[in-house]
Nanobody, 115 residues
Framework: QVQLVESGGGLVQPGGSLRLSCASSESMFSFDPMGWYRQAPGNKRELVAL???????KYADSVKGRFTVSRDYVKNTMDLQMNSLSPEDSAVYFC?????????WGQGTQVTVSS
């Protein structure tokens, strides 16, 4: 069973940065795509960034130019660099990996942007 473990969340002031990491228990080569999602209280889970195995990454309009997703196949991690954070970015962030016929999710990591 694939396990995805997120880390790096926390409390940050508006305008600050955080880097989230998702560690996979298995090689990421078979995952296509991987992505970051977030869910704020009372809201649906929404896509933040999608990182296919090949090709360009895709971002939600609300994070374009501020967030960058990357995959490291040696470390088996997927990171999300988040800059210029605003209170609207506060949410639980989840890592997702898609494999043929299966979908895997991490447990989530809380990001709170507040002064």
């Amino acid at each position: 069973q694939v396990q995805l473990v997120e880390s790096g969340g926390g409390l940050v002031q508006p305008g600050g940065s955080l880097r989230l990491s998702c560690a996979s228990s298995e090689s990421m080569f078979s995952f296509d795509p991987m992505g970051w999602y977030r869910q704020a209280p009372g809201n649906k889970r929404e896509l933040v960034a999608l990182k296919p195995r090949t090709g360009s990454s895709k971002y939600a309009d609300s994070v374009k130019g501020r967030f960058t997703v990357s995959r490291d196949y040696v470390k088996n991690t997927m990171d999300l660099q988040m800059n210029s954070l605003s209170p609207e970015d506060s949410a639980v962030y989840f890592c997702n990996a898609e494999q043929v016929g299966r979908s895997y999710w991490g447990q989530g990591t809380q990001v709170t942007v507040s002064s």
